[in-house]
């Protein structure tokens, strides 16, 4: 088998396992691995050896202010939803319970896994918007915000986020702008009353933004982000939430100082341009 | 002050604490931050140690160090236990993370100059007299040493080095399907020889 760089990918578990490759031959490798158990195997033990390696460099203390410095971000890092591991292949741990628990119902909605197929209440009611609140000031924003009736979608709408590589991505964001040392936040509360903070970096031109217990959409609809200036709006991702616990996404693109960010709900996928009022708007400056 | 406590590094961990690092770890997945204070103060020396080692500047590596630290909080629900123990985990992340950082542009930079003329080709050597006492380096010592010259070379300059597999082919000054085997080749014996299986 060879790579679209002509390399054979067979050759490179070794380099892989020792973080030597570019980008472009991880992705190669990683590929490759997709396709077969016994190079995964490979890999996976020749990991473990690189991680002795790293086991026998001499250890170094740490400052004082580094661990103060960690401990006090946890409470502002969100944790990954546990990945949904096949039974079969590996048990999971008896010790770690899943969370947040992905079988649990928003406290209000209707049950039935058919309703996934219901029309999207929202769009509906909100596309017969007037103007474009995305063109609008942020006080008249906030305000129409707080006047969208927001549909709870009724179904269980799956873990959000099932790529693993995506979830890697959006958790070395996240970390990059906690860890930043120009973070800031904002903290409100969308149409329904859920609280939500946006985190932003200015220097790293990334922001996330997390809402507290949002309600789960249906299989039809997804909450879109959006960044806002003086140029129109600028899409920047899709998100689904459990319906309980933090449900949070970095955001996609560039985000410029002093940019809005909202959210809207759209249909699965999202949109070009908001079609709804948002359910929440931040001013990042 | 704070120089001070690089001398008085706490070796023995294992005793100190009556709960494994897996286990921390599984506290750890369900948002427990005392939990997390006891696997940083288990493990924090070895992060910084290897990141240290890969980045040569402290304060950057306190820097890299941190955001280790906050990715394992944030992924500690996806640890699988039956897919190897928590260190080799934590240490797996550490190392792509410090390479990570060498790869972004002026982090390496910074890095080169430091290094200067030094020749990266020994630095097993160095790691390997100094810490001697502890089991696990010599076993990775012993492993090592069962390796070729030119296998232990190449896995030195791309693991502890940082180097990617077409800089140590430049170094080594070898084409690079001969590292990419001594790569491979090395890294191979060194399992069978210190026994990692899944």
């Keep these: 088998m060879t790579g679209p760089r002509g390399d054979n990918p067979a050759d490179l578990t070794g380099a892989y396992a020792l973080n030597a490759l570019s980008a472009d031959e991880k992705a190669d490798v990683e590929a490759y691995l997709d396709g077969s158990e016994s190079a995964r195997t490979e890999v996976h033990e020749l990991s473990e050896t690189a991680a002795a390696l790293g086991l026998a460099a001499e250890p170094v203390q740490p400052s004082a202010a580094l661990r103060s410095s960690i401990m006090a971000k946890l409470a502002s890092t969100p944790q990954l939803a546990p990945v949904a591991v096949a039974p079969a292949a590996v048990p999971p741990l008896p010790s770690v319970p899943m969370i947040p628990a992905p079988a649990e119902e928003p406290a209000d909605g209707p049950t039935a896994t058919s309703d996934a197929e219901a029309s999207p209440r929202v769009g509906t009611a909100a596309t017969r918007a007037h103007k474009r609140w995305f063109q609008r000031p942020t006080q008249v924003l906030l305000a129409a915000a707080a006047a969208v009736v927001l549909f709870v979608g009724g179904t269980f709408a799956g873990q959000a986020f099932n790529d693993n590589q995506f979830v890697e991505q959006q958790a070395a964001g996240m970390v990059q702008i906690t860890a930043a040392s120009d973070t800031q936040r904002a903290a409100t509360t969308t149409s329904d009353g859920h609280s939500a903070t946006l985190v932003w970096s200015n220097s790293l031109g990334l922001s996330a933004v997390l809402v507290k217990d949002l309600p789960a959409l249906g299989n039809d609809q997804d909450y879109q982000l959006w960044y806002i200036n003086a140029a129109g709006a600028a899409p920047a991702g899709t998100f689904d939430s459990t319906g309980s616990g933090t449900a949070w996404r970095v955001l996609d693109g560039a985000m410029h100082a002093g940019d809005t960010v909202g959210i809207t709900v759209e249909p699965r996928g999202g949109s070009e341009q908001p079609t709804t009022d948002p359910i929440v708007a931040f001013q990042s400056s | ?198």
């Design chain 2, 1 to 198: 002050m704070l120089g001070l406590m690089t001398t008085d590094l706490n070796l023995d961990d294992s005793s100190v604490d009556p709960l494994s690092k897996e286990e921390l770890l599984a506290r750890v997945a369900l948002g427990d931050e005392l939990a997390f204070g006891e696997l940083y103060d288990q493990i924090a020396p070895r992060v910084l140690g290897l990141v240290k080692r890969l980045l040569i500047d402290h304060a950057q590596s306190e820097e890299v160090t941190q955001e280790i630290f906050l990715e394992i909080w944030q992924t500690a629900t996806r640890y699988e236990a039956t897919r190897g123990g928590a260190s080799t985990w934590i240490m797996t992340m550490a190392h792509r993370r410090a390479v990570d950082r060498i790869r972004s542009s002026q982090a390496g930079r910074d890095r080169d100059s430091k290094i200067g003329i030094r020749d990266l080709a020994v630095a097993y050597d160095h790691v390997a007299e100094t810490v001697e006492v502890r089991i696990e380096h010599e076993r990775v010592e012993k492993a090592m040493s069962r390796l070729t010259q030119l296998q232990r070379q190449a896995v030195s300059l791309a693991y502890y080095g940082g180097y990617t597999h077409n800089e140590v082919a430049g170094m080594l000054e070898i084409p690079l399907g001969t590292v990419k085997t001594r790569l491979r080749d090395g890294l191979i014996r060194l399992r069978d020889e210190l026994g990692v299986a899944s």
